[in-house]
């Protein structure tokens, strides 16, 4: 038992160290006394004293000893990150409605993508230092990580790779085309804008090519979200707004055929009730004991 | 065995007019009937419910312990008993793997079948709806139908009439001890399967997993005897099982292995397997045929993964997929269950309403319907009146909703609907039923408007009470799944507008699925399996509480007004049927009143002319014999001494095994009990055994091969006692002795099986030629 209990403080001291150091170097340069004083007062009673002495000390202070905090290596790639990533975040919201984000934001994405990927790649960088821990792995936040991957999700379900070059440079031929097929449509409802029953008329061909266009784009997987959502309106402003429905104008042939099928079953049923022979069943009598009250009670009662 | 390609039922002619009926029934019947009119004999009546068939006959579940038996028991060896178990799981296994193959190959034919069938008709629906005419396309949609149903119809009708259906009454006829001739060959198998896939694929409102369930049962069959009598073809594996003890087994885990591969569901394959059939039971045998479920399952998943292009990955177990429900819907409140509880309810009264309809439809197309070109186009016109119904409710429908991102219709009709739209309507009709009930579970709130829920269920509702016993082959799973579950949406919507601040609960795919199996639970009455059946093929546990509650609530509403669809199906075939127990309030019926009586028996040694005649002889058609001491020639009845089978007799004279022959047959080989299996199942007739006048007047000595302990019971036995040891033991002939154990008459399971309780106390059951 002895043994145990020692075992268990010496472990729990020396989780209780780890901690003390991993938190300390979590905190950037700016870390407010408040949280400071959310530290573990467990930690007080251990050896560490002295450390920690200082350690209240320092938490005030801006600054962390070059061993604790970040080279000016990492520190110039946080500031790059930083404004790359605002510059993105600004370009998405910017074109958010209606949605232009895959054709505006691709220089952004890629360059907000460029240094993820060099804060991430572990290659040391001058002076031998690599960035990738203190920047991305030092906290169970883990913000820089957080950040960039939520803006790569909403990148990927918006698929705008598929509206992109190979190399996501430039758009694709396939958008362009579209887009150009788009405008073309969007010209002629302009041209009509007075007299809906002419452009439902007039501007059919137009529509008809671009919403053919669209159903080839969609199976060979060349959309992304923002020709989606262009076809998504151009479809409402014409089914809605210029109310291009086609109409139902055949009812009568079709209920004079649907009817008539119902009057099938009607037909088949009388005429083999009337001409067909009905089965009928022969009985079989048993044998049996010979007479008994109880049994006749029952076949009397039965008959 | 060269007799038996001559094919007479061996039970004579009665039983052969029996199988003859329901197919034909030309001129020749009806002259036969009037004959027996002018014979002044006028007891004929229409068909009702209230009748036994001639034809069928009881199993043979009781071991004969004759003499041969005991020599083969004695012959085997310890290790040859060890081989016999191994063999069994052998057979388990392939009964399970070839079931799976089964559904496999069902499931992949009704998918491609039905898309190019949808396809075609959506490009049609799509071309003619700008140009107009979609009048042509109604009328395609319809001619489709109709195409598709007719090869199965006309299969089912003019080859193999017992393959209509579900199959599960059959099966459960079976699993309770009546041989339905023909129900576990191959042929009934190969177009039970072919009818499944052109009914499902016709778009009639029917499942393709009922007949699964058949079809597990006629592989087991067919697998555990090592050998097909349809194709002519023994493997020589298996002999030992050819008997109906070990094919019942073996059958009750086809049914399992055909419920697990239909649904994902394993525990209950067996469960139903255990509910259905289960009158003989042990725990050696629910282990195997849990191990066939499983097989099964797993044979499906398999094979589809490989056919989805996943190959191993096993996550798509039954036939029906029913998807998962998300664990933030799965949620149930106590404040619920009283509303799952009024959904029992009234599934029971749409269930009961639905079997009413169905049970005087069956009655009318039993007594009017019966030839096969009529039956044909009887489900031609169903297959086109649904198209047109189908067609008719899309045409008229305005309900338009927004493609979704992750939308799972295959095929999304736009008609009229504002582009980016598609019609709601389409989705619950043209589609096959099973994803219809998928989407139904799992399309977000607000998929459907309240109104097409509502003549969706009205229309369903009607169409599948007509589809339920046509002469296709197809289940009645499905349909009642869509039904239940297009108003158990229905009523979640309806909730959510009631509780419209907090609508969070009221998830309309939860009430879907509780409808699902209220409208089920009251159509088949099924309880304990169908509640695991469907927690299985849900993947979901939590709901298992509710599911049972609506299930018993549905059976006890439901039996208030009617039976289960199956019962009325059992009973409107005439099948001898032993229920669980006796009926109530029989007591004072004792063996004296139940038996028949006076007994043909034979005696120890029998003049083979007199044992020709009694098998000939056709006003009597007798299977089990009394043996008795000796007769006398007075009326007295001789002491009993054993029992022995009329297809044991039929062996017995093929082979010549006289008295006379006997100082012959001494160079010859003794016979066997081999020699008894070989002619399994399908004794030959007796007509087809020639006898020369000579022959006539030998003696057969009996003793070596009668069963000589039969299980007897004295006059005075109760109605109750005999139905339980029948019950129970599975008996055929049990034979009623006096003081001196003197043979006074025969029980038999028809003459239990006329006791029922009706409106006014124990009524009884005609028997009659069917």
Known sequence: MDLLTKCTFVMACWAVTFITVAECSIYPSEMSGDSARKLPSAVVPVSQASTLGSFYSLSLSSTFPEDLGMNEYCIELLRIYRQRYVTYANCLVTYARPVKVCQNCYTGFNSLEDIYKNISSDQPGPGNVGCHDSLMRSDRLMLLYALFSKLDEIWTSAECKQCLTEDQEALSNDTVYFMATLNQSLACF?????????????????????KELYGRMDKNQTLCIDLEDAMNITQQLWSKNFSCLL????????????????????????????????????????????????????????? | MANIAKKVSWSGRGDDRGERTPLLNGDEEVKYNRQDIVRSRPKEIPHNEKLLSLKFESLDYDNSENQL??????????????????RRWVICGLIGFLTGLIACMIDIAVEKLAGYKYFAVKLNIEKYTELGGLSISLILWAVLNSAFVMFGAIAVAFV????????????????NGVKIPRVVRLKTLVIKVFGVICSVAGGLAVGKEGPMIHSGAVVAAGVSQGRSTSLKKDFKIFEYFRRDTEKRDFVSAGAAAGVSAAFGAPVGGVLFSLEEGASFWNQMLTWRIFFASMVSTFTLNFFLSIYHGKPGELSSPGLINFGRFDSDIVQYNLYEIPLFIIMGALGGVLGALFNIINYWLTIFRIRYIHRPCLQVMEAMLVAAVTATVSFAMIYFSNDCQPLGQDNTEEYPLQLFCADGEYNSMATAFFNTPERSVRSLFHNPPGTYNPVTLGVFTLAYFFLAVWTYGLTVSAGVFIPSLLIGAAWGRLFGILLSFIASSQSIWADPGKYALIGAAAQLGGIVRMTLSLTVILVEATGNVTYGFPIMLVLMTAKIVGDYFIEGLYDIHIKLQSVPFLHWDAPPTSHWLTAREVMSSPVTCLNRVEKVGRIVDVLSNTSTIHNGFPVVAHTSENDEPGIICGLILRSQLIVLLKHKVFVERASSRLSQRKLQLKDFRDAYPRFPPIQSIHVSQDERECMMDLTEFMNPTPYTVPQETSLPRVFKLFRALGLRHLVVVDNENRVVGLVTRKDLARYHVGKDGLEELHLAQT
Not at chain 1, 289 to 299: D, G, V
């Open chain 2, 160 to 175: 193999e009439p017992i393959a209509a259906g579900s199959g599960i009454p059959q099966i459960k006829c079976f699993l």
């Open chain 1, 190 to 210: 302009e041209q009509y804008q007075r007299n809906h029953t002419e452009l439902c008329k007039d501007c059919k061909a137009s529509y008809k090519r671009l």
């Open chain 2, 69 to 86: 038996f005991l020599e083969e028991e004695r012959r085997m060896s310890h290790m040859g008993f060890r081989c016999l178990e191994i």
């Open chain 1, 247 to 303: 109409p139902r104008e055949e009812t009568v042939p079709v209920i004079a055929v649907s009817s008539f099928m119902l009057f099938l079953p009607i037909i088949f049923y009388l005429s083999s009730f009337l001409h067909s022979e009905q089965k009928k069943r022969k009985l079989i009598h048993p044998k049996r004991a010979k007479s008994n009250n109880s049994l006749m009670n029952i076949q009397d009662k039965f008959s």
